[in-house]
């Protein structure tokens, strides 16, 4: 049974990719966990590659370790940061991080969470500081993979219920399938057709009937 993870790392050296691998091969096993590991692959960044392809390959895999600056040898329109913020702006729970050896202007001059970013040369060059942020990455797929079972049982609960639903329940049904749809890097939705419109419609009808409630309070204010 293969129980490797797929992690992708982004950067537009080669020479760092190949670093990159081997320090994802080197740091996982024993390390981490002696019957998991990463089953790590490159994106080479080069000259006009578009983000957004950038971003569907990242998806597609488990997490993804992604390079502060991405124009050293590419010529590109953006940053490790945009990539990031554009999977996030996808798939706001997917485990992404940033490798940098420019933290102080990650944190003075970018928005990113301090818990997202790994440095760089200490990750190539120091091998328990590269176990420690393996783990972080390990343990960050686990709980990506917890929280997608856990939204699916949810569902399933809601959507097998035989009582009337309230509207809060809809919201949250239509919540939990986005969510899962985005872990699927845009699969299947859980949901059918029909019952997102039931639910968009159910939705519509409460808004409306909210609005009658408040225009006939302000008509009763004025007799």
Not at 35 to 54: C, G, K, Y
Request: hydrophobic share 40%; charged share 30%; aromatic share 6%.
């Amino acid at each position: 049974m293969n129980n490797s993870m797929c992690v992708v790392a982004v950067d537009d050296s080669h020479s760092k990719l190949t670093q990159l691998l081997a320090k994802l091969e080197y740091a996982t096993g024993a390390a981490v966990r002696p019957t998991l590991s990463f089953a790590p692959e490159e994106l080479q960044i080069v000259s006009d590659l578009p983000m957004n392809v950038v971003v569907d390959r990242i998806l597609k895999a488990d997490a993804a370790i992604v390079d502060y600056n991405l124009k050293s040898e590419a010529n590109v329109e953006y940053s490790g940061i945009q990539v990031i913020n554009e999977v996030l702006r996808r798939h706001k729970h997917f485990p992404v991080f940033l490798l940098t050896s420019y933290k102080e202007d990650v944190f003075t001059k970018e928005i990113i969470d301090v818990c997202h970013v790994f440095d760089f040369d200490k990750y190539l060059n120091d091998n328990s500081y590269a176990e420690s942020m393996n783990r972080v990455l390990y343990e960050q797929i686990q709980n990506h993979k917890r929280e997608k079972d856990a939204w699916e049982d949810e569902l399933k609960k809601l959507s097998s219920c035989t009582e009337p639903r309230s509207v809060a329940e809809d919201e949250r049904m239509i919540e939990l399938d986005t969510w899962i749809e985005q872990a699927m890097s845009g699969g299947a939705s859980a949901l059918s057709q029909k019952t997102k419109r039931d639910l968009s419609a159910s939705k519509l009808d409460a808004l409306i009937e909210k609005v009658d409630e408040v225009i006939a309070s302000c008509c009763g204010g004025r007799e």
